[in-house]
């Protein structure tokens, strides 16, 4: 089995920074893709960032050049600097990850999230 916790959300005025972190751990193998997705109150969930074994970056246009998305791979961890951030940030970000475990790859995540709040 594959876990993944979420953490480094908070309260932060607008144009103001976070950074998220997410650990993985238990049966991996290796990790290829690795996502930020975010779902805001009464919204439908939206990917925020992607980041490759590559690592090739992706972006949401609504994140491109305020978010950046890193990986340390050595500690199976995804991070999300968040940059000038707006009111329309505001919501639960989650981390998945697509893990092979050594006898095929599947995706794992959807925990509880970190909730990012942006006051304007």
């Known amino acids: 089995q594959v876990q993944l916790a979420e953490s480094g959300g908070g309260l932060v005025q607008g144009g103001g920074s976070l950074r998220l972190s997410c650990t993985a751990s238990g049966n991996i193998f290796t990790i290829h893709e690795m996502t930020w997705p975010r779902q805001a109150p009464g919204k439908q969930r939206e990917l925020v960032a992607a980041?490759?074994?590559?690592?090739?970056?992706n972006y949401a246009h609504f994140v491109q050049g305020r978010f950046t998305i890193s990986r340390d791979n050595a500690k199976n961890m995804v991070y999300l600097q968040m940059n000038s951030l707006k009111p329309e940030d505001t919501a639960v970000y989650y981390c998945?990850?697509?893990?092979?475990?050594?006898?095929?790859?599947?995706?794992?995540?959807w925990g509880q999230g970190t909730q990012v709040t942006v006051s304007s």
């Open positions: 980041i490759s074994s590559g690592p090739t970056t």
């Open positions: 998945n990850a697509l893990v092979d475990m050594g006898y095929g790859s599947t995706w794992h995540g």
